[in-house]
């Protein structure tokens, strides 16, 4: 699985849906430039083979395990959803890059997590077995 850089239209990453509702998070696909150095908050959707859930809980698990401990995303904010749509399973991942550059720079032992899950995932319709894209996190006001 090759996941793509922002000028593509989609990261990893691998996390979308609604998301709990103290955090809400705006997709932003425009071309903005940003510096490499600074973070990159995704969100990641997974459309996952019926079947294949608890598979995918564990390869996100280690995805995360092994992001951290190479030291490639920033602790919070992390968040798993898992739902349904029409009776088939998805999952949605949102994490943020210690930077920009790091999705475009994966060592090999990252990239076979990303190959298992690209292995359980399915295009849905228009939709790619594994899709999403640089979100910003917004604060709403009181």
Not at 61 to 67: E, G, I, K
Request: with cysteine; proline share 8%; charged share 20%.
């Amino acid at each position: 699985m090759q996941i793509h850089h922002r000028q593509s239209g989609w990261r990893i990453a691998l996390a979308a849906l609604g998301v709990m509702g103290w955090l809400c998070v705006a997709p932003s696909f425009a071309q903005t430039q940003l510096p490499d150095d600074q973070p990159e908050t995704v969100l990641v959707t997974f459309h996952v083979q019926a079947g294949h859930e608890e598979e995918m809980k564990k390869i996100l698990a280690d995805a995360w395990q092994t992001y951290t401990r190479l030291d490639m995303v920033l602790p919070q904010p992390h968040i798993i959803l898992q739902g349904s749509e029409n009776g088939r399973p998805y999952f949605v991942e949102i994490l943020t890059w210690q930077n920009h550059d790091i999705p475009d720079h994966m060592p090999a032992e990252v990239q076979a997590i990303w190959k298992r899950m690209g292995a359980i995932c399915e295009r849905r319709g228009d939709k790619p077995p594994i899709g999403g894209g640089e979100v910003h996190l917004i604060v709403p006001s009181a």
